[in-house]
């Protein structure tokens, strides 16, 4: 059973496009985070969430939103896609809430590379 | 700024070998820490977490901090060529809900 899933795996698409990336955990987790991997392996947060607190790093597009359903999926949609959003996005989970949910680690998911052209 | 700083490498070492890898971070009160071991095109996972000053073993994998240096490690000693990878060095900085900042990574090559 996959703990941390992410759909698609791969996505390309071009320049101005909206696009969304869906990530789920079944791990009963209740905050989800969506990071981003640059081509040089560095993994830079971009959102945190629970029932209670969205933090977005306030370096992240606001073309970029995360969408939550419940607190079981957290959706990233992007808008007006450009060149340098290509990168792989990843998802994670965690127990406890943000501060303490950072004390046992996270799950990730297993990625999307998005690859715009 | 929190930041967490790691030689990008890449660290090559013979098989058998122990493997040091090191990382350092910006903010003294920081209380958690984590090594992510990253496989080519992979998700990381986790392989060890520390919290106290000193060493911690798991198996092959011992990891050491130093908060009064703000400094911690990751050994891996008998190192095999399926070691191979990118670790990353993650830190809790717990200055209020703030969620894991992550080192650039170490990337680790076991010659064989």
């Known amino acids: 059973d996959t703990a941390v899933s992410q759909t698609p795996k791969y996505l390309v698409t071009q320049m101005g496009n909206d696009k969304s990336i869906k990530c789920e955990q079944n791990?009963?987790?209740?905050?989800m985070y969506w990071y981003k991997q640059d081509s040089k392996k560095f993994l830079k947060i971009m959102f945190s969430?629970?029932?209670?607190?969205?933090?977005i790093n306030e370096t992240v597009p606001n073309r970029f939103s995360p969408k939550s359903p419940d607190k079981a999926h957290l959706n990233l949609h992007i808008n007006s896609l450009e060149l340098g959003d290509s990168a792989v996005y990843f998802c994670a989970s965690s127990q406890g809430g943000m501060a303490r949910g950072s004390n046992y680690g996270y799950t990730f998911g297993s990625g999307t590379r998005l690859t715009v052209v | 700024q929190k930041e967490v700083e790691q030689n990008s490498g890449p660290l090559s070492v013979p098989e058998g070998a122990i493997a040091s890898l090191n990382c350092t971070y910006s903010?003294?009160?920081?209380?958690?820490f984590f090594w992510y071991r990253q496989y080519s095109g992979k998700s990381p996972e986790l392989i060890m977490s520390?919290?106290?000053?000193g060493d911690k073993e798991d198996g092959r994998f011992t990891a050491q901090l130093n908060k009064a240096s703000q400094y911690v490690s990751l050994l891996i000693r008998d190192s095999q060529p399926s070691d191979s990878a990118t670790y990353l060095c993650a830190v809790n900085f717990s200055s209020g809900n703030t969620p894991l900042v992550f080192g650039k990574g170490t990337r680790l090559s076991v010659i064989a």
């Open positions: 520390i919290y106290s000053n």
């Open positions: 903010d003294r009160v920081s209380q958690s």
């Open positions: 791990l009963g987790h209740d905050t």
């Open positions: 969430y629970n029932n209670k607190e969205l933090i």
